[in-house]
């Protein structure tokens, strides 16, 4: 009977250390598995990821007693993922390093780092700028997707709205054009992106003066008219425009509106005399139109330089017979 109790107290004995030991065991795996993450963290930070990672599910099977063995893995994680997903970037790997930067910002706000959160967030857009970039020529609807992610995401990314705006013009769309290059000089000027805003700006110009030179050849007036004024609303100084577009002026009889287009031309004229003529000589036309004689005849004799002074010269003297 003695002997039979004693094998039992053995056996229940057995039982009770067997949680104990075993917890042990588990507390010493996952300390073991901190420990291989934080010799891998530089060498290898895929692998070190994997380590803490088997070491923050060991201490949820432990519970309590290993809370700060999984505190310490948690804290390691967000920049493990940030690290990796860089290598993509430096490697210009645009997708992968995407996908590697919201895993980031996901580890970063499940352990709350915002250092990291804040990062992977503002890399995102950009990423989506760059992959839209590389894609202009080959995919352009494709790289179409991938800017509207990025301006969504970040809406003050100035040049994602400015490369919009070259495909839409590449695309011969310009309603989409106007639309994203008008808001890139929004954005820009309100986020002290000037450079880019005024990059819009001069697209603009350059695009509307292109337009209304083409109108004028095939004599479309009415499409030249709308596209110079649509270059001067964007900031145009050049002489050219305001003197063609005063050329349209006289030739609607819209003499008054005429001459103040046609000094705005000369003021923006950077040439001399010879290249003033023209526009002198058209205000000569404006001011015959308007029955100002006097003012005529002074624009005329300003208009007595190269290929303008024989027909100046007419104006003064056997037109309006001027003093």
């Not at 577009?245 to 000094?263: M, S």
Request: charged letters at 25%; aromatic letters at 10%; a positive charge.
């Amino acid at each position: 009977m003695r002997k039979y109790k004693q094998r039992f107290w053995i056996i229940v004995l057995a039982f009770l250390l067997v949680p104990f030991f075993g917890i042990s065991q588990t507390n010493n795996d996952a300390i073991a598995a901190y420990n291989e993450g934080a010799q891998l963290i530089i060498s290898d930070p895929a692998n070190a990821i994997k380590a803490f990672d088997k070491c923050i599910n060991l201490c949820d099977a432990i519970g309590a007693d290993a809370d700060e063995t999984r505190i310490l893995a948690e804290t390691k994680l967000p920049g493990l993922h940030y690290k990796i997903a860089m290598e993509s970037y430096k490697q210009k790997k645009w997708e992968e390093a995407i996908e590697r930067f919201k895993k980031a910002g996901e580890i970063a706000d499940k352990y709350n780092n915002s250092n990291i959160l804040a990062k992977a967030n503002k890399a995102i857009p950009q990423l989506y700028m760059t992959l839209g970039n590389s894609q202009m020529k080959q995919n352009p609807q494709e790289a179409l997707k991938n800017l509207n992610k990025a301006t969504e995401m970040n809406p003050a990314l100035t040049k994602a709205f400015l490369a919009k705006g070259l495909i839409y013009k590449n695309l011969d769309d310009e309603a989409n054009m106007k639309a994203s290059l008008v808001k890139t000089i929004e954005v820009g000027f309100a986020h002290n992106d000037t450079k880019t805003a005024n990059q819009a700006e001069q697209m603009l110009r350059n695009f509307y003066f292109n337009k209304a030179v083409k109108a004028l050849q095939v004599e479309n007036i009415t499409e030249a008219e709308a596209s110079f004024k649509s270059a001067i609303e964007f900031g145009s100084k050049e002489s050219m425009v305001y003197y063609q577009l005063g050329k349209i002026y006289n030739a609607k009889k819209q003499y008054e509106i005429a001459v103040q287009t046609l000094k705005r031309a000369v003021g923006f004229e950077k040439g001399g005399d010879e290249e003033k003529a023209k526009i002198f000589y058209e205000m000569g036309n404006s001011y015959l139109g308007l029955g100002k004689n006097s003012e005529a005849c002074n624009a005329y004799k300003k208009a007595l330089f190269g290929e303008y002074a024989e027909g100046a010269k007419y104006q003064i003297e056997e037109v309006l017979k001027c003093n």
